[in-house]
C-alpha cells in the first residue's frame, strides 16, 4: 500500500528511523488506548462545514457525472479507506502496536458509513492514539541517545517495514527502534562527527518528531483521512481544504523562484532528482543528482538545520526564498554513498529563467567505420511541454512554445546538414496536451494524435490538422522511466505512426487526465469553506487503440533500465487504472522497424559491449538494484566503512581512466518531473518530487 504525500499527516514518522521508549520507563499494557479526551490540544470533531465538506467529496466519487472511476463506498472500500489513513500515519509501523490495531478494528468498517454521514469522529479518535504513541516513543529516543552504542557485532537494521507485520509487544518494538537509532549514529560517526555533535543532531531530529505532530491542528486530522479516502478511488484524486489549496496555488506561483533543483523522498533522505536548467544550482555546478540534503542554513551564518526525516513540502519551504538571498546546503555526495562526508554549498537564490529551459539542441559526428560513413546527428533536448498561454493570448503569432521552438531548431539542423534527429525526452514529466499534439505534427503530415475518453464514455480525438512537416529524416525519440504524461503521447503517437524509432525505457505509464473541482460552486459561497478536489475525469488512448495507462510507452531498443516497474511509475499504485484498450483511428503508416529491430538491437549490443562507460552504467545499476533487494544495511561500523572506501575508490577510478560519465545523470532512481495539477499525487510511500 502506498500512502499519498499530499496527505497533510506525513510526518516524519512515515519512513524515519526512529527510537523508542525508555528502557527505564514503567511498564503498561500494549493494548491499551489512550482516553481521547483526557488532552485538550488533541483535535475532537470535524466541524459543520468538514462534515458537508465530506458529503461534497463523497457525492463527487460516487456518481459517474464527474468521477471516471466511481467507486461505491461498500464494506471493500470502507476497509481499504481505514488502512490508507493507518498507512498515512504509521506507514512503516514503528508507532502503533498491534493490540492497538486490533482495537481500530470497529472503525474500519464504519469508514465508509461515517463518510457518507460526514462524521469523521473515528479518524480523531484514532489520531489521538497516535500522538500520544509519538509522544512515547520520540521519548525513548532522546533518552536512548546518552548511552554508547557497540558497532562491532553482527545486526542489521531492516529500514523497510511497509509489509511488515505490526509490532505485539513494547519490546519487540524497542529492539526495532532501538536498530534504527544505532542507523542514525552511525551514518553521523562515519561522516566525520563527534559523539557530542551526534548527540545534538540527533535529539533535535527527534524532538522535531514530536513538535510536527503536535502543531498538527483538526483541520489536519480531518484532511488526512478525507485524503485517505480519495487515494482509494485512485492515485491522482487529492482533496484540499481552503487553506491547503490557497498554499497549493501559492507554490504553484512561485515554483520557479528558488535554486533551480527538483526534489524527491528516498526513504529518509531529501534527494536531488534534477537540475533545472538556468537555476542557481545549474548554474553552479557543485551538487549533482542523487546528492542528499541533510540539513539547511539561511544567509550566510544561519543554524543549519537537520532536516533528515523531514516530509519535502517542509524542506523545499526551507530551501525556497526571495530572490537575491542564500542558502546553506549540507549535503552527502552521491559518489561518497549514505556514509559518506558531508558537505557544504551556499547558494543565492534567483528567479529562473523560463528560456533557459527551453529546448536545446547539439549535434553529434558519428566517425566513419567499416559498417558506415560518417553521420551527423541532431539532438534536441526538450525538459518540457511548456507552453507561454498568456502571450499566445496577446499574439497568436508569436509566443514561446516547444513546439515552435524545436521547430526553430530542427530548421537550423537542416542547413547544418544532419543526418538523423533524436528529440531527448528523458525525466520530461509532461506539460500541455496542444503542445504534444502541435510537436507530433512535425513530423507527420496531418493525422490523429491522441484519443480522449472522458468519464460517461465519450471519445474524442485530437490531431494534427496542419499540412507539411518540419522534419521527414531519420528520427528517434529518447525515453527513460521519467518521461510521462504529454512525453508519452508523443513517443506512442510517433511509434504508431512508424515515424520514428524509440529507444530507451518504459515510460511511467500515467494516461489519465485530471481537473480541479471547487467544492463551494455548489453553495455558491463568496467565501472559501469546503475545499477543492483534484479528480480523474478522462483517460489518454494511443491512436493505435492502446492507453498509455499503466503499461507506458515500451520502446523500441531498450537500455538497462535503472528504474523498473516495481520501484516507480504509474503500475507501483496498487489502485491505479488498468490497462485497457479501445478501438483504433485510422492514421498513415510511414515505416515498420519489426523486421529491422534484430539487426538494430545486434549493432547496438555490439557497441554497449566495447563502450566502457556504458558497462560501468549497467553495473552500478545492477549494484544498486542488488541493495535495494536486501532491504537492510549492517550496523558492523568495519563493514561500513568498508562498503563506503570500495564506493569512493571505485568513482575515483572511473575519473582516472575515462572522460566525464554522460550517462551519470541516470545512475539513480528518479521519479518523473510533475506538472503542476499532479506534483503532489506523484509519490509511493517513501518518495515524493518536488521543486525548489
Do not use: C
Not at 496531418?446 to 518540419?470: I, L, N, Y
Not at 550517462?663 to 528518479?670: A, G, Y
Request: proline share 4%; aromatic share 8%; no cysteine.
Amino acid at each position: 500500500m502506498k500512502p499519498k504525500a499530499s496527505l497533510v499527516l506525513l510526518t516524519f514518522a512515515l519512513a524515519m528511523p526512529l527510537a523508542l521508549m525508555a528502557q527505564d520507563e514503567k511498564p503498561r499494557s500494549d493494548t491499551s488506548l489512550i482516553d481521547t479526551r483526557k488532552s485538550a490540544d488533541l483535535p475532537a470533531a470535524p466541524t459543520a462545514d468538514e462534515s458537508t465538506a465530506t458529503k461534497l467529496v463523497y457525492g463527487l466519487l460516487s456518481d459517474s457525472r464527474y468521477a471516471y472511476r466511481p467507486r461505491p463506498l461498500d464494506d471493500a472500500l470502507s476497509q481499504d479507506v481505514f488502512k490508507r489513513y493507518l498507512d498515512a500515519l504509521d506507514g512503516n509501523k514503528q508507532f502503533f502496536l498491534a493490540g492497538d490495531i486490533d482495537k481500530f478494528s470497529g472503525y474500519a468498517k464504519q469508514a465508509g458509513e461515517s463518510i457518507e454521514d460526514g462524521q469523521l469522529q473515528p479518524a480523531y479518535d484514532v489520531f489521538a492514539v497516535y500522538q500520544q504513541r509519538v509522544r512515547e516513543r520520540v521519548g525513548y529516543a532522546r533518552a536512548l541517545l546518552k548511552q554508547d552504542f557497540d558497532f562491532n557485532g553482527h545486526e542489521q537494521w531492516f529500514y523497510d517495514r511497509e509489509k511488515a507485520s505490526w509490532a505485539k509487544t513494547t519490546d519487540e518494538l524497542n529492539d526495532i527502534w532501538r536498530k534504527s537509532v544505532m542507523n542514525d549514529w552511525l551514518r553521523l560517526k562515519l561522516a566525520g562527527q563527534a559523539p557530542d555533535k551526534i548527540r545534538a543532531t540527533l535529539d533535535k531530529r527527534y524532538a522535531r518528531i514530536e513538535q510536527s505532530v503536535d502543531e498538527l491542528k483538526a483541520e489536519d486530522v480531518f484532511s488526512t483521512f478525507l485524503n485517505a479516502y480519495t487515494s482509494a478511488i485512485d492515485p491522482h484524486t487529492d482533496y484540499f481544504t481552503p487553506e491547503s489549496a490557497d498554499a497549493f496555488n501559492q507554490q504553484m506561483s512561485l515554483s520557479l523562484e528558488g535554486i533551480g533543483a527538483q526534489l524527491q523522498r528516498q526513504d529518509d533522505y531529501i534527494v536531488i532528482r534534477d537540475i533545472i536548467a538556468g537555476g542557481p544550482a545549474k548554474l553552479d555546478g557543485t551538487l549533482q543528482p542523487g546528492d542528499r540534503i541533510v540539513a539547511v542554513g539561511q544567509g550566510k551564518d544561519g543554524e543549519m538545520v537537520d532536516v533528515v526525516g523531514w516530509r519535502i513540502d517542509d524542506v523545499v519551504e526551507k530551501i525556497k526564498g526571495a530572490k537575491g538571498t542564500q542558502v546553506r546546503l549540507e549535503y552527502i555526495p552521491v559518489a561518497s554513498g549514505l556514509d559518506g562526508a558531508h558537505r557544504t554549498l551556499t547558494l543565492t537564490r534567483a528567479k529562473i529563467k523560463l528560456e533557459e529551459q527551453a529546448a536545446k539542441s547539439d549535434i553529434i559526428e558519428t566517425p566513419a567505420s567499416n559498417d558506415a560513413p560518417a553521420r551527423k546527428v541532431g539532438v534536441i533536448k526538450l525538459p518540457a511541454f511548456y507552453q507561454d498561454f498568456e502571450g499566445r493570448r496577446k499574439n497568436p503569432n508569436d509566443y514561446n512554445s516547444a513546439t515552435r521552438d524545436v521547430a526553430k531548431l530542427l530548421a537550423q539542423f537542416k542547413t547544418q546538414g544532419v543526418d538523423g534527429v533524436v528529440i531527448d525526452l528523458r525525466n520530461n514529466g509532461g506539460g500541455s496536451l496542444d503542445e504534444a499534439v502541435d510537436l507530433t505534427g512535425l513530423f507527420i503530415d496531418r493525422g490523429p494524435v491522441v484519443q480522449v475518453r472522458e468519464s460517461g464514455g465519450r471519445v474524442s480525438v485530437d490531431a494534427d490538422t496542419k499540412a507539411g512537416v518540419a522534419w521527414d529524416g531519420p528520427l528517434a525519440v529518447l525515453i527513460n522511466r521519467a518521461s510521462a504524461s504529454a512525453s508519452e503521447i508523443f513517443a506512442g503517437a510517433i511509434q504508431d505512426y512508424g515515424r520514428g524509432l524509440i529507444i530507451g525505457e518504459t515510460t511511467f505509464g500515467k494516461g489519465t487526465v485530471q481537473n480541479m473541482v471547487d467544492l463551494d460552486r455548489w453553495p455558491a459561497n463568496q467565501a472559501p469553506r469546503f475545499g477543492q478536489v483534484k479528480l480523474t475525469i478522462a483517460q489518454f488512448f494511443r491512436v493505435s487503440g492502446s492507453s498509455t495507462q499503466h503499461k507506458g510507452v515500451v520502446p523500441d531498443i531498450a537500455f538497462p533500465v535503472s528504474v523498473d516497474a516495481t520501484e516507480y511509475g504509474e503500475s507501483t499504485y496498487d489502485n491505479a487504472l488498468p490497462w485497457t484498450s479501445i478501438a483504433e483511428v485510422p492514421h498513415v503508416q510511414y515505416g515498420v522497424f519489426a523486421p529491422l529491430l534484430p539487426k538494430l538491437e545486434q549493432l547496438h549490443d555490439a557497441r554497449v559491449a566495447t563502450d566502457k562507460e556504458f558497462q560501468w552504467w549497467a553495473d552500478d545499476v545492477a549494484e544498486y538494484r542488488a541493495e535495494k533487494a536486501k532491504k537492510y544495511v549492517s550496523l558492523n561500523e568495519a563493514d561500513r566503512r568498508a562498503e563506503r572506501d570500495k564506493q569512493i575508490a571505485k568513482e575515483k577510478d572511473r575519473r582516472r581512466s575515462a572522460r566525464r560519465w554522460v550517462w551519470r545523470w541516470t545512475r539513480w532512481p528518479t521519479m518523473p518531473p510533475t506538472t503542476a495539477s499532479a506534483r503532489l499525487s506523484a509519490t509511493s510511500s517513501r518518495t515524493r518530487s518536488a521543486r525548489s
